[in-house]
């Protein structure tokens, strides 16, 4: 490698496309401050800071819990010392391309909840499709949301392929979560490897509270005050994201609340205070639709606030996210995004699909069959990395037993190409070695739709594993936006801006 | 702030002061033992029961009262609410529901006592070295109440905390007096010596009132003074003030009122008075009061909190009747 | 036929209970085999009631009460004018249930759900009908429709709620609301859309639908019955309890995938047992020379609720003491 020595002597690319090297090893120029900087660090060097970072996370509880059997254990989401840099021309890319697909997810919800459903008999997407999925709400219908913000809060699954190219991988609208580690990944950064930050105009993160605070103001609902009350809902301290949900609060300065401090008396949403009952205008709730109303929904659940679901309805009180948004992250809806995007803003996808076969198709899913060893195969149904089948890694057994599955269930399935998930030199013991990676940016919906510089990225700790979620081993980097400089907007490549 | 959130500060402050005054209580009664005969010693340990009116309760347990039955049902038995274990881990479990309201040092401080107390064979220190055992106690409960007072902002969160726990200390501490005052003579007083190790106000008594063994002087002492800390009118004041300012302008609330009723009471008693009439009346006066206030306090702050236990409805068309 | 319907249900607890939330799903629909005239509902104690229509086009009135409370009772009252339905006139063959489209249009009434999860059983039952009938729809759905009255008995108090549609049928008997689940699967078994309908029938006896020539008011409860889609016709309804042809007597409320979509009461509440339910439905025949008829008589829950918070103020200083000594121990 062309680079310092010492970090990267031995570093391999091994075919796949890097974050930081070039395919002929050498360092992409945003990348040079930042070694330039590590000179003179040893993998030790780095590892103790490492070390430092992750006994600080957890003496101050930035834990999650991974139920293994019943038993919870706390783990802190590790945190790779060498951060993920994302230059200004790459960025705007990105950014234009998430607000774009962030509006017309916004417009499908709206569209399908109270609008009339215009995607459906135009023929965008099959009726079927919306109504057998596990995420489409019957209860929510004809609940407006102001602004149309129905995904206040959204996390888009970024990876970037063999040559390069950024690609959705999965949305996610519900109750994505990681913006915490991402503000907290930054501060630790800035404490354990001051110096790497010189020289270089990192955008800032610590705004989110601010800008997540200011989307759910603006989507209280019209009878409120000038200050709307905003709450943070949620599950309680056995739930496994419960730090995130006390950081969020904490951030934004708003209260913590369970379902049991909130009361509904003649359709509006009231908290519990010493003071007496004081009245709630928005819900930033972190619990999942069946769990938020036993009246509609799950009766024997006790998280949730009977009643609530009729003062949203009232409009006494906005829920965000909304209700029901899971019809639109379902991973067959998923393949539909970019009609959607054509459909409801005029415009081409900016940021494409990961390609995707739809198995109830018979054309597809026989092609599929017959190639079943190269293709990725999900669950529509399951979350969290769980049931995903990676042909060319899996047994014959398991091959046959997804074969199986998928003929008896087609509609439960869909297959995508393996993506060469690029990656990015992490610190593995001694040595730096390259891990596959992803991103997923936050974007918030409020009067407009605004991407936060970034995003977590996320690690997959085992070499040559493609999988980085948290529940199953995953780690984080910090991810850097740089700052763009004056006019560096009219630089950017691409026929698209000629076009304009 | 949330009223469960209030509810949950105010019964970790109780809940540690019961597990502290506990085990002072057993402390000074185990030493005091050590040359009894079995059945003053069933005597005194039926006293120490009743002194935290738990005598009932165990009365409905069958079990003998002996020093290790007795202290075992005080201090590790989980069924007992009361017990110190128990008293520990609800003041660690209420704590943890509202943890983002304390100091990082405040948790770790009460989580690693909960975990320590758990990890402790109690019932080979129960055998071999209680007084270690209640040293370690009071020790970590004072070690608590220190790094909260050091490192809590005074906001309402605070004064629930400082409310609860002062309000458990004004009882227990009547409780005591009003277990051990019948023992009133000038030839009994190693035993208030003993009532007064275990309040730690040896010293302080004997800067104040020198050699006396006059009870008058120990009852005054650790009922009425003005200046040590775990005096019961010492507790109701730092109580009443904390009460004070958790109403909004100064409102008089039910609970505010009543506070004072009580603590006025004190503040004027005349101890020769008390000791001339019936002082065992006067102490459950104002015990009983401490019960009233705690009452308001939970319906003037907490009553909104309540736990839902939901049940759910529905009904079958051509079905009526009961279900 | 013109009718007055008032379908009031009277909840009493054994003890006080703090609150209660509910949704109530008792209106008649306006559809083009009646007229919804006049609607309105009260719930005492008092609270107000917020109504939608929810996404099965079925109106749901919702609402809370949040004083302690030992009885609440829930009027609704509505005025309805029925028609006459039409006849079949076409004869589909099964072959038409296949069309993707109509297969799309259809997709949630051919699912299994809940309480029409259909096995073995019912699938061979309906196989065998299939056989027996042919491939026309319309006589394969009278013939499910049949055999769910041969098949099953009525008999209240025999079924559960949620008791699997399988074990209805294998048990032999239930009530309107079985009889409903298990036509429905029978259908969709078949690939015929199905759904389940709430209403009410205008009857002198619920398990025998007579008919009320003689007699202008009855008491009854509310009904169960289904409808299959018949390709170029739209939805035939049938009421397989009284093995007959939904008519003007029949009065609809609303239809879903089975009960749990169109439930006419669900709700929780916190606090105390549970209840005692006591559902009554009224139906009168409106003729032109009518005056309104005397109300029925009830315990009145008003009288009840006060009677309960004299006895609540005495108990809670019981209750908070005892509490308050219990957390001490």
Not at chain 1, 312 to 321: E, K, M
Not at chain 3, 236 to 248: F, H, I, K, R, S
Not at chain 3, 253 to 264: E, L, M
Request: hydrophobic letters at 40%.
């Amino acid at each position: 490698m062309s680079s310092p020595d010492g970090l990267f002597t031995d570093y391999r690319l091994d075919g796949f496309f890097d974050e930081v090297f070039d395919a002929e090893g050498h360092c992409r120029p945003h990348y040079a401050p930042l070694l330039a900087r590590l000179t003179g660090f040893t993998p030790d060097d780095l590892m103790r800071r490492t070390r430092l970072r992750d006994a600080a996370f957890r003496s101050q509880g930035i834990t999650f819990t991974v139920y293994d059997e019943g038993e919870g254990i706390e783990r802190t989401f590790p945190m790779d010392l060498l951060p993920r840099i994302v230059p200004a021309d790459e960025w705007s890319h990105i950014e234009a391309g998430l607000v774009q697909r962030v509006s017309a997810l916004n417009s499908f919800l709206d569209d399908l909840y109270v609008g009339e459903g215009a995607a459906i008999h135009d023929g965008i997407i099959p009726s079927w499709v919306v109504k057998s999925s596990d995420g489409f709400c019957r209860e929510a219908f004809g609940i407006p949301v102001p602004l149309g913000a129905r995904c206040l809060v959204a996390g888009v699954d970024l990876v970037r392929d063999g040559e390069g190219t950024y690609r959705v991988l999965e949305d996610n609208l519900r109750n994505p979560s990681g913006i915490s580690y991402v503000i907290e990944n930054r501060v630790a950064m800035t404490r354990v490897l001051p110096s790497v930050f010189a020289d270089q105009q990192v955008r800032p993160v610590d705004h989110y509270g601010r800008s997540l605070l200011n989307a759910l103001h603006r989507v209280a609902p019209p009878a409120s005050s000038d200050r709307p009350t905003v709450v943070v809902l949620t599950p309680g301290v056995f739930n496994s994201a419960y730090f995130e949900h006390v950081f969020l609060a904490s951030q934004m300065g708003v209260e913590l609340v369970e379902g049991r401090d909130l009361v509904v008396d003649d359709h509006v949403v009231s908290m519990r205070t010493t003071q007496g009952l004081q009245r709630v205008d928005v819900i930033y709730r972190r619990i999942d639709d069946d769990f938020l109303d036993p009246v509609p929904f799950r009766t024997d659940s006790t998280l949730g606030v009977p009643g609530l679901m009729a003062a949203a309805r009232a409009g006494n009180v906005t829920i965000a996210n909304a209700v029901g948004n899971g019809v639109a992250d379902d991973k067959a809806v998923y393949a539909y995004v970019p009609d959607f995007i054509r459909y409801y803003t005029g415009e081409e996808p900016i940021l494409p699909n990961v390609t995707t076969y739809l198995l109830w198709d018979d054309d597809q899913r026989n092609e599929v069959l017959d190639r079943l060893d190269q293709l990725v195969i999900k669950p529509v149904a399951e979350a969290g990395g769980y049931g995903i089948v990676i042909g060319p890694a899996a047994s014959d057994e398991d091959l046959a037993t997804c074969r199986r599955q998928i003929l008896e269930d087609p509609r439960n399935y869909i297959a995508q190409e393996v993506v060469a998930l690029s990656r990015h030199p992490s610190l593995v013991e001694d040595h730096v070695e390259g891990r596959h990676v992803d991103l997923r940016p936050f974007v918030l919906s409020g009067e407009d739709i605004e991407v936060i510089p970034g995003g977590l990225t996320r690690v997959a700790m085992r070499r040559g594993s493609l999988v980085v979620n948290s529940s199953q081993g995953g780690g984080s980097k910090d991810t850097w936006v740089l700052a763009g400089a004056p006019g560096d907007g009219d630089d950017v490549a691409g026929s698209d801006h000629e076009a304009r | 702030m949330l009223a469960r959130d209030a509810e949950s500060l105010f019964w970790s402050g109780r809940y540690l002061e019961r597990a502290e005054d506990t085990a002072r209580l057993l402390d000074v009664t185990y030493h005091g033992m050590l040359e009894t005969t079995p059945d003053e010693e069933a005597l005194a340990w039926n006293d120490v029961l009743a002194a935290l009116r738990l005598d009932g309760v165990y009365a409905k347990t069958g079990r003998p009262l002996t020093a290790t039955a007795v202290c075992e049902f005080l201090v590790l038995d989980t069924t007992n609410a009361g017990s110190i274990l128990s008293a520990v881990g609800q003041a660690r479990e209420n704590a943890r529901t509202v943890r983002e309201q304390l100091s990082t040092e405040l948790w770790e401080t009460l989580n690693s006592f909960c975990l320590e107390l758990r990890a402790r064979n109690l019932r080979a220190d129960l055998e071999f070295q209680p007084h270690e055992l209640y040293g370690m106690v009071r020790r970590q409960c004072q070690t608590v109440a220190g790094v909260a007072a050091e490192t809590m902002s005074r906001d309402e969160g605070w004064r629930f905390f400082v409310l609860g726990w002062n309000l458990e200390r004004a009882e227990m501490s009547c409780r005591l007096l009003s277990a051990r005052y019948r023992q009133l003579s000038p030839s009994a007083f190693h035993q208030w010596m003993g009532t007064l190790r275990s309040a730690s106000g040896l010293e302080a008594y004997r800067r104040t009132y020198r050699a006396s063994m006059d009870p008058a002087d120990v009852v005054e002492f650790l009922l009425l003074s003005r200046t040590f800390p775990r005096s019961v009118l010492f507790s109701l004041r730092t109580a009443e003030n904390a009460l004070a300012r958790l109403a909004p302008d100064g409102e008089l609330t039910r609970p505010l009122r009543q506070l004072g009723r009580v603590r006025a009471g004190l503040e004027f008693a005349d101890v020769r008075e008390l000791m001339q009439g019936d002082l065992g009346e006067e102490l459950w006066v104002v015990e009983e009061g401490i019960r009233q206030v705690a009452a308001s306090v939970a319906t003037q702050y907490f009553s909104n909190s309540r736990e839902f236990d939901l049940h759910s409805v529905h009904l079958m068309p051509g079905e009526g009747g009961r279900p | 036929m013109r009718l007055d319907i008032r379908y009031r249900t009277a909840f009493t607890y054994e003890n006080l209970v703090r609150e209660s939330q509910n949704e109530l799903r008792a209106c008649p629909a306006s559809d083009e085999q009646q007229e919804l005239i006049a609607y309105r509902v009260y719930v005492a104690p008092s609270a107000r009631v917020y109504s939608f229509t929810d996404y099965w086009g079925t109106r749901v009135d919702s609402f809370g009460v949040r004083l302690p409370h030992v009885a609440i009772e829930v009027t609704a009252e509505a005025s309805v004018e029925t028609f006459l339905r039409p006849q079949v006139t076409v004869a589909p063959h099964l072959d038409s249930l296949r069309d993707p489209a109509y297969l799309d249009a259809h997709h949630e009434y051919l699912q299994p759900s809940p309480h029409t999860d259909w096995a073995e059983g019912i699938a061979t039952e309906a196989a065998r009908q299939r056989d027996l009938i042919g491939d026309d729809v319309v006589s394969l759905v009278l013939a499910l429709h049949r055999v769910t009255g041969a098949r099953l008995t009525y008999a209240r108090g025999a079924t559960d709620v949620g008791i699997p549609v399988e074990d209805v049928l294998a048990q032999g008997k239930g009530v309107c609301q079985d009889f409903a689940h298990l036509a429905v699967a029978l259908c969709r078994s078949q690939g015929i859309p199905a759904r389940y309908v709430s209403g009410y029938l205008f009857t002198r006896d619920d398990s025998t639908g007579t008919d009320v020539d003689d007699v202008d008011v009855v008491n009854v409860q509310t009904h169960a019955w289904f409808e299959a889609s018949v390709p170029g016709f739209g939805w035939l309804a049938l009421d397989p309890t009284n093995q007959q042809e939904v008519g003007d007597r029949h009065v609809k409320i609303g239809h879903g995938r089975d009960y749990d979509d169109v439930q006419p009461l669900r709700g929780v509440f916190s606090g105390g047992a549970a209840p005692s339910v006591d559902p009554h439905v009224e139906i009168r025949r409106v003729r032109a020379s009518d005056s309104p008829p005397p109300g029925e008589r009830r315990r009145d829950p008003l009288q009840l609720n006060e009677l309960a918070r004299q006895q609540q103020a005495r108990d809670v200083e019981a209750r908070t003491q005892h509490q308050h000594q219990q957390q001490q121990q």
